[in-house]
């Protein structure tokens, strides 16, 4: 049997917040790439949405820690591990993340007896640090996806850093151009190994389900995320007591949950807006692909946190230009490569909810919504740039018609939003497919597995 192209090693998989992994591994087997899969924490305690059976009974989960210990214990009593590795348990007591080496020690010992030699994780954390072990002490290879906090917020309180990390990594996967040139400017060493690739969507569920809906009304401001502070709900929720004082018909829905939910559940009634502003807490992918449809207009007004904590590329705006929805965000991050911007006029914060219902975004605009997100973002064109395909999407570029989009600019006061840009323009299509193949391969990366 071919031995598989290459590993991924996730902290936890599959999980229902991290749907993207999921995509990206059943978008590369279906090109014809073998993988291995672990994941070094159970999630069969999570209520698992939209994975299919044949993905869940891939991965290889780790045994509990105190089971894992003793089976790396009696794997160094019969003299199977790396001496490297015996000596580095003996000393590191009580230093912090030795979980990582047992991690390392138990799945680098199932690699080799695979035949791999590059492991790929998600997240510059606990699964990133069991990586860089598995090198140490293996010889593989490894490269991780940087995301966002993990990046900008990393856990100081571990032995390995971030920038040991990248220092080490065969390559270095940014989701975002912000976050890619964010990450060459602070480690400049590492710079022709940092690339971008765009997390993939499947987005045929969500045009197919959203085209021709009707919307409803008063029209719908539709928002979804985890309730956090640098997703913004609190400054939407001020935008709306505004709206309510303009005296322009509205409903907003706040899609998710978090530890800001009562707090956010606090400041709809201290304004006034219990009968406008709704928490509907978390939906199921069906249920926010509806509501996607009904809306009029979607809203993430994403903030930077104050331990500089901040969104980089949120999925959810690929998903409601899917849906042909005018998106609302700020110009944060990587937010303008997904909503796209092209000069502004300004307008007052009442095109919030009244200029898709009035103006409308027409036929055309609609399509060049859909394509802006299928262009970029289709789950085939990201996940090429990770490994060659096997075949051919069928894919093709569809010339982008004159589109309107909005951006609402993060207020100098968190107080005052009151005006935001609308920007339209021609829209390019994507250069993604023609230039993805310029970005090194895990197969190159893995030193050239069995075709």
Not at 23 to 40: D, K, M, P, W
Not at 81 to 101: E, F, H, N, Y
Not at 289 to 315: K, S
Request: with cysteine; proline share 8%.
């Amino acid at each position: 049997m071919p031995r598989p192209h290459f590993a991924y090693v996730f902290e936890r998989f599959p999980s229902f917040t991290q749907t993207f992994c999921a995509r990206e591994v059943l978008e590369l087997q279906r090109q014809g790439t073998r993988l291995l899969l672990f994941s070094i924490r159970s999630t069969g305690e999570e209520t698992l949405r939209h994975f299919p059976q044949e993905l869940i009974d891939q991965v290889i989960t780790l045994p509990p820690a105190d089971v894992l210990t003793r089976e790396v214990e009696a794997m160094k009593e019969r003299r199977e591990l790396p001496q490297a590795m015996v000596l580095t348990l003996r000393g590191w007591s009580g230093r912090p993340d030795k979980a990582r080496i047992y991690e390392a020690a138990w799945i680098g010992q199932k690699l080799r007896a695979a035949g791999v030699r590059h492991v790929h994780t998600h997240f510059a954390g606990l699964a990133a640090r069991t990586a860089w072990w598995i090198r140490q002490f293996y010889g593989l290879s490894y490269s991780f996806t940087g995301h966002a906090n993990d990046l900008f917020c990393p856990d100081e309180a571990t032995g390995l850093k971030l920038p040991r990390l990248i220092q080490d990594a065969a390559a270095v996967i940014a989701v975002s151009d912000y976050t890619a040139a964010w990450l060459r400017e602070n480690h400049p060493a590492a710079a022709d190994r940092i690339h971008r690739v765009y997390n993939g969507l499947d987005l045929d569920p969500i045009t197919q389900a959203t085209a021709g809906t009707v919307k409803i009304t008063p029209p719908l401001i539709f928002s979804v995320g985890r309730l956090i502070e640098k997703k913004g709900f609190d400054d939407l929720i001020r935008a709306c007591a505004l709206l309510r004082d303009q005296g322009l018909p509205f409903q907003c829905r706040i899609t998710g949950d978090g530890p800001l939910q009562d707090a956010l559940a606090s400041q709809i009634q201290t304004a006034g807006l219990n009968g406008q502003v709704t928490l509907t807490g978390p939906l199921s992918q069906p249920d926010i692909i509806q509501q996607l449809g009904q809306a009029t207009v979607f809203a993430l007004p994403c903030v930077t946190e104050a331990d500089g904590g901040r969104d980089v590329l949120p999925t959810v705006l690929m998903e409601a230009m899917a849906a042909a929805l005018p998106c609302v965000s700020t110009t944060l991050a990587g937010v303008p490569e997904s909503v796209p911007w092209r000069g502004e006029v300004r307008m007052e914060l009442r095109g919030l909810a009244s200029w898709g219902a009035a103006a409308g975004v027409g036929k055309s605009g609609s399509e060049a919504l859909r394509w802006t997100a299928a262009e970029t973002f289709w789950i085939s064109v990201p996940s090429r740039m990770i490994l060659p395909p096997a075949s051919d999407s069928g894919r093709r570029s569809r010339p982008i018609t004159e589109s309107a989009v909005m951006l609402l600019p993060q207020p100098d006061s968190p107080t005052s939003p009151s005006v935001c840009p609308l920007a339209m323009s021609k829209l390019t299509p994507s250069t993604a497919l023609s230039n993805w193949c310029g970005v090194p391969s895990i197969t190159r990366l893995s030193q050239g597995a069995d075709t």
